[in-house]
């Protein structure tokens, strides 16, 4: 999709502000949507949301963040820069998220709300999952019994691990 300002670059940012039920949106690239940061031109809302939305976008530009690499850090996967990375609004290889981490953080929480991955997990992962909890869990009743000298409830354990473990 294309930027809605330029109508030449590929549109990296969405935007959307909704006051009192009016919902107004824009599809941005990052040098427009840096550039109406910076003039404050972003939809005429109330004075008292502009710096919502220039500390919003300097979190997405990661302009109040971790700046460290300006000083020419660049990714070994493919030499991109920060300043590339920023600019662009992509990292161009999986190394990029290695080598860029800590400047990407503050984006990342800014647009996903952590900066670690907490959805679903893939249906068979979530199965060996739920067994390794399992298994955990009747290991540590195991202890819990052998240490209470419930040798009769410790061997009932003991056979049911096995059976997990064997599955």
Known sequence: MKCENCKTNEATFF?????????????????????????HKLFTATDSALPFHANFLDGLFGLSGNTKSESGKSCPGCSATWQELRNSGKAVCPRCYE????????TLRSLHGNVTHVGRAPAGRRAQKEKRDRLADLKNRLAEAIRDEKFEDAAALRDEIRGLEKE
């Not at 935007?15 to 003039?39: D, F, P, T, V, W």
């Open 99 to 106: 080598t860029f981490g800590e400047e990407l953080k503050p």
């Open 15 to 39: 935007y959307e502000e909704i006051i009192n039920g009016e919902s107004k949106s824009l599809r941005l690239c990052a040098a427009c949507a840096a550039k109406m940061k910076g003039e």
